[in-house]
């Protein structure tokens, strides 16, 4: 189901816009044989199932790595040296979907928190959150002294926009599959 229409907070928005492709993702992929999650319909060569994984990482890249400055293990695990998506022998549908899922709570909890700081140094002036996403990325993670460190704002649109693009190429596989369209 699409966020409500009459939402307008401008820190939940995009949240709720990433809870909506999360859940359209997965019920792209819900009814796909494991042969057909590990197959290629297109010249480029990706599966379904390694979409899935780049997006699980992408997401981890961005907010935890990138935002947050916090240590990840294999923050490009999705890739192999080529920069191509790759999986591991161990990784199945059920498994990289709990970690989109918690991947997207996780997301929730880093934009509170940075919520719960602003509104604690504003102290009720101004609107509360809309602050919050000009907040820049710490040093240490996936930026560097030297590195422009994107604002929390542009890091959750740019997130976004891999989802929704992502999602739409997972349409098309989707459709070449079995016929199923729609949202």
Not at 10 to 33: C, M, N
Not at 111 to 119: D, M
Not at 154 to 179: C, K, N, P, S
């Amino acid at each position: 189901m699409l966020p409500d229409e009459r939402l307008g907070d401008p820190v939940e928005l995009p949240l709720a816009w990433l809870d909506f492709y999360r859940e359209t993702v997965r019920r792209k992929l819900d009814g796909l044989s494991e042969e057909e999650l590990r197959a290629s319909r297109l010249p480029s060569g990706w599966s379904p199932l390694e979409l899935l994984k780049h997006l699980v990482f992408m997401e981890r890249r961005w907010l935890r790595w990138g935002f947050t400055a916090e240590q990840v293990d294999q923050p490009w695990g999705d890739s192999d040296a080529d920069e191509r998506w790759r999986l591991e022998d161990g990784d199945t549908l059920d498994a990289l979907l709990v970690a989109l899922r918690e991947g997207g709570e996780r997301t929730r909890e880093i934009v509170a928190g940075v919520v719960k700081a602003e509104a604690a140094a504003v102290q009720g002036v101004g609107v509360v959150g809309v602050g919050a996403l000009g907040m820049r990325s710490k040093e240490g993670g996936r930026f560097g002294a030297e590195d422009v460190k994107p604002t929390l704002g542009w890091i959750l649109f740019h997130v976004l926009q891999e989802y929704a693009r992502h999602t739409g190429q997972l349409d098309v596989v989707r459709e070449l599959a079995d016929g199923t369209t729609g949202e």
